[in-house]
């Protein structure tokens, strides 16, 4: 399995625009899913051209929750893809472009090893893959709480990764089981998290490649 992050608050390198938001790309046994759409289209679409991505080759696109650094790029995606199945929480709603639009309000296996939370406190989902080391566990902004995601996705296996926004998430001890985090985005306390478990941290980052 690959991500890669291609909307955030830092960049790995000048040719690609850094941006409050966050979206990723995750590739996995031949499907390509969009995670998140980042605040702005125009930003997201230059950084998919200079990581040589086409925005037409999704196959899903997941919306964690929809507030504007979430969803900001989803239009300019669905002006040129519009065969990508969209997974939704089941308070997004109104597009109006043909692609079929499911949403979850409960934790639903969505594919073979791929499977969300569903909407947690009416507010948003995330993403779990699960891979030969366990579930890697991808979260827009933690709004639900950390905590909640974790024993949601649990549901479906052990957690071995959390990629994504952690938002204000101080309960540290939720992730002493985690092997890795890459804390992205609108999380404010990288710091304290990489003070205490630096062997778990990984780098964001648009542009930067996770392989598991």
Not at 64 to 73: A, L, N, R, V
Not at 83 to 100: C, E, L, Q
Not at 182 to 188: D, Q, R, S, Y
Request: aromatic share 8%; proline share 4%; with cysteine.
């Amino acid at each position: 399995m690959k991500i890669t992050i291609v909307y955030d608050n830092t960049t790995t390198n000048d040719e690609l625009i850094a941006d409050w938001g966050f979206a990723c790309i995750i590739d996995y046994k031949g499907r390509r899913i969009l995670f998140d759409t980042g605040g702005n289209g125009k930003i997201l679409l230059e950084n998919l051209m200079n990581l040589s991505i086409d925005p037409s080759s999704f196959d899903d696109i997941v919306i964690s929750h929809p507030d504007f650094d979430h969803i900001g790029g989803l239009s300019h995606i669905l002006n040129l893809n519009q065969t990508a199945v969209i997974h939704n929480p089941i308070s997004f709603r109104g597009i109006k472009y043909p692609n079929k639009v499911i949403h979850y309000d409960v934790p639903t296996k969505i594919y073979e090893n791929i499977f969300t939370t569903g909407e947690l406190g009416n507010r948003e989902q995330s993403l779990g893959i699960k891979t030969e080391k366990g579930i890697v566990l991808v979260i827009g902004c933690s709004h639900p709480g950390l905590g909640e995601i974790i024993s949601t996705m649990e549901e479906f296996g052990e957690i071995y990764m959390i990629v994504g926004g952690l938002h204000g998430f101080n309960k540290y001890e939720v992730i002493e089981n985690i092997d890795k985090i890459c804390a992205t985005h609108c999380t404010k306390n990288i710091e304290p998290i990489k003070n205490l478990y630096p062997q778990k941290i990984i780098s964001g980052g648009v542009g930067k490649i996770i392989i598991v």
